[in-house]
Nanobody, 123 residues
Framework: QVQLVESGGGSVQAGGSLRLSCAAS?????????MAWFRQAPGKEREGVAHLPIGFSRTSYADSVKGRFTISRDNADNTLYLQMNSLNPEDTATYYCAAGWRNGDGLCNSKYWGQGTQVTVSS
């Protein structure tokens, strides 16, 4: 029912920018009410990067990306974006688009996942 396909990853120099996209299948509120971006570096635990409750303005970001990353959604075509600026090598990871149901903490308890897109930042 729900398909998420990420794109936009690649290799950039430190200080550069990337915009990740997540193309989602047709949206209904019965499928999910929030979307998010997660990332996982080799040998590291998966971490939430940014969370977006659909239909609400409150977004949530990991402290490590605040002021640099922006999550947004185009409601017209169900596409989720992650604008990443001022990238540094610590941002290197596989980034995953996700969707699920928001919890009381403003985070997205994700059920559906994309295949991931690799982001590599060189110094």
């Amino acid at each position: 029912q729900v398909q998420l396909v990420e794109s936009g990853g690649g290799s950039v120099q430190a200080g550069g920018s990337l915009r990740l996209s997540c193309a989602a299948s047709r949206y209904t509120y019965s499928y999910y009410d929030c979307m998010a971006w997660f990332r996982q570096a080799p040998g590291k635990e998966r971490e939430g990067v940014a969370h977006l409750p659909i239909g609400f303005s409150r977004t949530s970001y990991a402290d490590s990306v605040k002021g640099r990353f922006t999550i947004s959604r185009d409601n017209a075509d169900n596409t989720l974006y992650l604008q990443m600026n001022s990238l540094n090598p610590e941002d290197t990871a596989t980034y995953y688009c996700a969707a699920g149901w928001r919890n009381g903490d403003g985070l997205c308890n994700s059920k559906y996942w994309g295949q991931g897109t690799q982001v590599t930042v060189s110094s």
